[in-house]
């Protein structure tokens, strides 16, 4: 039992440690989607700004190119991140089934032990039942 605590122990700090890769990586993701976010809010202002001056319409093409170029390596590392994503969710999953397995198997042993416990004492009190019944003699 003792062994199976440490186990159970050890399944649980390795889930702790599967979340926070997991978690570190969708941080990193969340952070490229605020960028995009920022590019997108920027490109509407420079819209905004090229349709109220005609000075600024003639340059709004070449931004336009940036924005493209620069919003294209953002939703990049986007895609590149999902592999990542995958793999860590993958691995959670695994080590959150081992450490099920492992609390089944102790709460089972706990439940075997309960039961035999119960069945030496229902044998005992059985035995005494008998040795009592057996000294009380009828009139």
């Given at each position: 039992?003792?062994t199976l605590?440490?186990?159970?122990?050890?399944?649980?700090?390795?889930?702790d440690?599967?979340?926070?890769?997991?978690s570190?990586?969708?941080?990193r993701?969340?952070?490229?989607?605020r960028?995009?976010?920022?590019?997108?809010?920027?490109?509407?202002?420079?819209?905004?700004?090229a349709?109220?001056?005609?000075?600024?319409?003639?340059?709004?093409?070449?931004?336009?190119?940036?924005?493209?170029r620069?919003?294209?390596?953002?939703?990049?590392?986007?895609?590149?991140?999902?592999?990542?994503i995958?793999?860590?969710?993958?691995?959670?999953?695994e080590?959150?089934?081992?450490?099920?397995?492992?609390?089944?198997?102790?709460?089972?042993?706990?439940?075997?032990?309960?039961?035999?416990?119960?069945?030496?004492?229902q044998?005992?009190?059985?035995?005494?039942?008998?040795?009592?019944?057996?000294?009380?003699?009828?009139?």
């Amino acid at each position: 039992m003792k062994t199976l605590g440490t186990l159970i122990r050890m399944a649980k700090f390795e889930v702790d440690e599967r979340r926070r890769s997991l978690s570190v990586i969708l941080e990193r993701e969340a952070e490229f989607h605020r960028r995009l976010a920022a590019l997108d809010a920027e490109f509407e202002r420079e819209r905004d700004l090229a349709r109220a001056s005609p000075e600024l319409a003639r340059n709004f093409g070449v931004f336009a190119d940036r924005h493209k170029r620069r919003r294209a390596v953002v939703e990049n590392r986007i895609a590149a991140l999902q592999p990542a994503i995958v793999k860590a969710r993958d691995d959670l999953a695994e080590a959150f089934e081992t450490q099920k397995r492992y609390e089944i198997t102790r709460d089972r042993n706990q439940e075997e032990a309960a039961a035999e416990e119960k069945r030496v004492e229902q044998a005992e009190l059985d035995d005494l039942t008998s040795v009592r019944a057996s000294r009380e003699t009828p009139f």
